[in-house]
């Protein structure tokens, strides 16, 4: 029963945070769902049930799923604590969960000059990739381009063009960010990984 009711209010809160978010009041929520502003307020407030047939046009009003509404708040410990992956030249830790329900992987990586860039095949994939240099310089081949990218800088490209980190230099540090093809061809574990080529 506590956790129904625990269930209930997550789920007006998330109504309210979402609408609040988008910065809508209630009028203009309720224009986008066909319910009433009182009916609305109600149902933040707790003083009105939710039935599911309100639900699904809250939930496409507010630009989210049923499902997403109406996830079950886990106790999982929201602490990641990444392992180092180590290759030739690259040291690789994964800061995120590594089923993501958005298909993106956060990751860290040290990359050194024993990972020569000039002596690796360039990568291509479908998707975009962004990183942003922690320490050091990152010697970003793209296309026909050698681009110094420095410390503090950030980088962003779509990775159908043959492209390939290295490490100008020294070692670099960098925080990147794939999405789900970017992940199968650069991170440890996955089906292809493109760094071992």
């Not at 699904?56 to 507010?62: I, T």
């Amino acid at each position: 029963m506590t956790q129904e009711v625990t269930m209930d209010t997550v789920i007006r809160q998330r109504i309210k945070g979402l609408r609040l978010a988008k910065g809508w009041s209630l009028d203009a929520l309720a224009a986008r769902c066909y319910l009433s502003a009182s009916t609305l307020s109600r149902i933040e407030t707790g003083h009105r049930r939710i039935a599911l047939d309100q639900l699904v046009p809250l939930a496409k009003a507010l630009g989210t799923t049923l499902d997403q509404l109406v996830e079950p708040t886990a106790d999982e410990d929201v602490v990641i604590r990444p392992e180092p992956e180590h290759q030739s030249g690259i040291t690789t830790w994964l800061l995120s969960r590594e089923h993501s329900h958005d298909g993106r992987a956060v990751a860290k990586m040290r990359i050194t000059q024993e990972r020569s860039v000039q002596d690796r095949e360039l990568s291509v994939h479908p998707g975009r990739e962004w990183f942003t240099v922690l320490t050091g310089t990152v010697s970003l081949l793209l296309g026909e381009r050698t681009i110094l990218v420095h410390e503090g800088q950030a980088a962003e490209f779509s990775t159908m063009v043959p492209h390939r980190i290295g490490a100008h230099r020294g070692p670099v540090e960098i925080l990147t960010i794939f999405d789900r093809e970017g992940e199968r061809a650069h991170l440890p574990g996955s089906h292809a990984t493109a760094l071992e080529q």
